[in-house]
Structures are given as structure tokens and as C-alpha cells.
């Protein structure tokens, strides 16, 4: 055959004017030889790419400094040098009408579950859509339940993070020019766990993991907690910090609601901020905005001191979330639990967190409970 004797490694033969019209979309030239009916495909096409680079958002203190990149064969290239044996399979497919983007289906021969193996190609076989430009388009396409704050797919730019799921049985899909790998199936305790928690020594990383949850908490119903006692409960706070409390809100025309609302929105406003400004001044607006706008609105007597100190402990647990998906749901539930709140105090916030919970109880991932392995309960 006449691929054989070009030196060429990736020539293949093509009998179609679909073949033909594809890789010539892709870059690579064809070689069309009169009165035959087939021609040849050569992968000569080169892409400008990003180097390798550490990941910005999930950054480590130990840990590999390698992230992946917006083209897929450099991506599966670095699941590969992480994971050498051959039960590593990788399935290709393309979607999107427009775009034709190719995705990659990654998963470990003997460690995968086949159901679920099937269920994720089944759910993006029946993708239809005209383009695919990020893999957030397919990841609200597969997903178990849409309307649901909390992800049920992990998004990564970390190929050891890859590389460690899928040694757990799970399933990577990789999309052509994005960086962000997906990672199915998820529990709600896989979205607190940092890339960095098996790098570190077990008592360090158990309590640091500890601490993560105690301050998600602390993220979801702390201002809530505070308009609920200063506005219906007050016996249940010691004297001298009530007092306190009182003497500082003197002058606040605004009840604790109203005043916590407008300390929190003005707080997701100035992060929002920081996030979309040009990177060398983003942080610098973030941080003096919040202390300037904070301590004038204490001064004008708009907002009490300790409003502002509960906001503050409230954005620093919600930093302390590894997975910015899981922050935002977070932040967001924030807001109905504070309105709960102000109108029936700890009651409100019981049935809302009681809401939240029968919630997560009734969601899956791909099949698997979110809360495995609490909810349903296993012992090991």
C-alpha cells in the first residue's frame, strides 16, 4: 500500500468526500491519485500551543507543577506518562454540529464500573448541540439533575488529579481546547478534598480537611446565624457581648437583616470585581475596596463593626472551598438562609439547612449518591 511506503506516521486512507472535507478542516493535506476511489490523509498539520504551565486556580504547596493544556493530544499524552499500563483505554468521539469537536472518553480497564462506562457514553451520544467550545457546554448536558446548585462533575486542570481518579474507578473526559478535564462520578466530600491532601503526611492533611469542613459551615450559615440572634434570640448571647453588640449598632438605622444583606452583596460585588480585573490589579482592589468601603460605612454609622467582622470570617472560610463550583453554590445558598433567618430566626435556619440536606440526599452522580458514603451509610 502506498501509506506504507510514505514516511509519513500518521497517513491514513480516506473513500469519502466526509472523510476528505474533515481532515482537510483539520489541516492536513490530501493526496488524491487519478481514477482510483480512495486517497490518503497525511497528519501534517501543526496548532500553535500553550506550554505547559502550573495551574493558576488549583495551585499547590507540594505537588507536581504540570497543568493541562487546550490541545487534546498533549492532554491524554500527560495522563499516559502518569499512567503506563496498558488497562489505561481511551475512547474518542466528536460533538457538536458546527464545531465537530473531538472528545475523549478516559477510563482504567478493570478499575471502571462497565455501567457506568456505558452511561457516560450514552449521555453524550445523545448530545445534540451545534457547537462545543468548553467542556462546561457538555457538563450541563450530562449532568444528573440541572437545576441543582451543587456540580456533579468535577472540573480540573490537574493531570495528577486525573490520574488519581481515574486509579479510583472513575471516568475522565477530556475535551479538545479547553484545559478543564471533567471527572465523573462525584460525592459532595470529593468537592472538598485539595489536589494537595495525599501529597502531605495523613495528620496533617486529616486536620486541615477538618478544618475545611468546619469552615464551609461557618460559610453557609454564619451571617445568618448572627441576624438570627441579635434579632430574635438574644437571651441566648452572653451579656457583655450583647451590650456590646447594642452600643455598636447604636447609630445603624438598618435591622440586622437589611445590614447583612448589604454587607454581603457589596462583599460577592468587590470579589466579583477582583476576579475580572486585568490580574496586577485585581487583588490590590479587592482588598483595599473592601477595607475602605467597610471601615467608612462603620464610621457613617451605616454598618456595625461586628457586621463587618462576620462578613469577613464568612469570605475567608468560603476561600478556603478547593472548588470554585462548589463555592459559588455555596455563596449562593447563602442568601435564602439569611432571608429564613430574618423572619423565623433559628427555626428558619434549621428548615433551610434541613432543605439543603434532604437535598443532597435525593441527588446522584452518574448513579452514585452524593453523599456516599454517609448517606447511604457503608462502613468501609
Request: aromatic content about 8%; charged content about 20%; overall charge neutral.
Amino acid at each position: 500500500m502506498l501509506e506504507k511506503k510514505l514516511h509519513i506516521s500518521k497517513a491514513k486512507e480516506v473513500k469519502t468526500f466526509v472523510e476528505c472535507i474533515e481532515n482537510l478542516s483539520t489541516g492536513d493535506p490530501l493526496l488524491l491519485i487519478h481514477q482510483n476511489d480512495w486517497g490518503l490523509a497525511m497528519g501534517l498539520c501543526k496548532y500553535e500551543k500553550r506550554s505547559i504551565e502550573e495551574p493558576q486556580a488549583e495551585s499547590v504547596v507540594r505537588g507536581p507543577r504540570e497543568g493541562f493544556v487546550e490541545t487534546l493530544v498533549i492532554n491524554t499524552s500527560l495522563l499516559r506518562r502518569k499512567i503506563k499500563s496498558p488497562a489505561l483505554k481511551m475512547k474518542a468521539m466528536k460533538i457538536g454540529r458546527y464545531t465537530d469537536t473531538s472528545i475523549v472518553i478516559t477510563y482504567i480497564k478493570g478499575l471502571v464500573d462497565q455501567s457506568l462506562l456505558e452511561e457516560v457514553e450514552s449521555r453524550l451520544r445523545r448530545i445534540k448541540i451545534d457547537s462545543v467550545l468548553e467542556s462546561g457546554y457538555i457538563e450541563e448536558l450530562i449532568e444528573d439533575n440541572t437545576y441543582s446548585p451543587f456540580p456533579q462533575l468535577i472540573n480540573t486542570e490537574r493531570p495528577d488529579v486525573a490520574a488519581a481518579n481515574l486509579l479510583e474507578g472513575r471516568v475522565v473526559i477530556l475535551v479538545d481546547g479547553t484545559p478543564f478535564a471533567l471527572i465523573a462520578p462525584i460525592t459532595f466530600f470529593s468537592l472538598l478534598q485539595s489536589p494537595e491532601d495525599y501529597y502531605q503526611r495523613y495528620m496533617i492533611s486529616s486536620v486541615i480537611r477538618i478544618l475545611r469542613f468546619v469552615f464551609m459551615v461557618f460559610s453557609l450559615v454564619l451571617p445568618s446565624l448572627y441576624v438570627a440572634l441579635l434579632t430574635y434570640h438574644q437571651e441566648m448571647v452572653p451579656t457583655n457581648l450583647l451590650i456590646s453588640a447594642a452600643s455598636s449598632r447604636e447609630t445603624v438605622p438598618f435591622p440586622a437583616l437589611v445590614e447583612a444583606l448589604i454587607m454581603e452583596v457589596t462583599f460577592e460585588a468587590l470579589r466579583e470585581a477582583g476576579v475580572r480585573l486585568p490580574k496586577q490589579v485585581g487583588a490590590a482592589i479587592s482588598i483595599v475596596g473592601a477595607l475602605v468601603i467597610g471601615q467608612a460605612a462603620v464610621q457613617a454609622g451605616l454598618i456595625s463593626a461586628p457586621m463587618i467582622i462576620v462578613v469577613a470570617i464568612t469570605g475567608i472560610a468560603s476561600f478556603m472551598v478547593p472548588h470554585y463550583s462548589q463555592g459559588i453554590s455555596l455563596r449562593m445558598l447563602r442568601f435564602p438562609i439569611m432571608l429564613l433567618a430574618g423572619s423565623l430566626g433559628l427555626l428558619g435556619i434549621m428548615l433551610g439547612v434541613i432543605t439543603i440536606v434532604i437535598h443532597l440526599c435525593t441527588l446522584r452522580s452518574f448513579g452514585m449518591p452524593y453523599l456516599s458514603p454517609i448517606a447511604p451509610l457503608k462502613g468501609r
